[in-house]
């Protein structure tokens, strides 16, 4: 019984952390595609031939079930991968959803009518690939009706962190909220829509203030996939054993992993 969380490398380890925080008795099965990172500079064709030949690995693993906890992935090949791709004993479910429906006030799976939401100005921190793919927008204008987003791309923010490099990143943070002030002065909401920026979560909220509400996927994620668990139980696979895969350097990998969780972790060779 295990639950694939697929990241183009590191990111998705908050995910990771949250939901094996939320969901302490089911496997999870982690693969990190660190040799591809990171997926935000390539074009969507490139996301979709990475993201499926990494969701198939986990498929072999015994993951029925297997979350995206990338952004790039879920925005730039998800909907591909649903309408054409998934067999249907399986599901892919990304990590924008659950994001955007707390943002506009909706429990899980909602499906009403786009409505007025307290939040009108909403700043938008993503990778190059997620800002031009405008997934976000449209999820956004499925269920909730004026709301001015401002998008700001953020080059190397996701190169830095995988390079263990926090000191670049946090520079790269603030020249990225700087350049978000010149388009939008003052965000009332500010999403971390690149599963890599909670590491960078403190960066983030002392460039923008604290009347800036900054919201991060993990633990919303966390919390979607319990719901769906309760409401899809035989999509918990057969897989027993919880275990990180990665396609790039395991000891390198494991090293970084455990200095972001502060716990011992050992990846394989995917
Ligand atoms: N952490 C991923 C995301 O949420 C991928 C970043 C990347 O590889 O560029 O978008």
Redesign the pocket.
Known sequence: MAVGIF???L??LTVFDAVAKRLPDVPLVYFGDNSH????VRDAQDVYDLTTAAVERMWDEGCDLVILA???ASAAALRKMQERWVPTNKRVLGVLVPLIEALTERSWGDNSPPREVEVKHVALF??PA?VASRAFQRELAFRAIGVDVEAQACGGV?DAIEDGDMILAEALVRSHVEALHRKMPSPQAAILG???YPLMHQAFQDALGPEVKVYSQADLVAESLADYLQRHPKMIGSGQQSKFLTTGDARKVSDRATQFLRRQIQFEVA
């Not at 990172?37 to 935000?40: I, L, T, V």
């Open positions: 990241d183009s490398g990111g998705g990172a990171p997926y935000g990338c952004n790039t993503a990778t997620t996701v690149c599963t890599h």
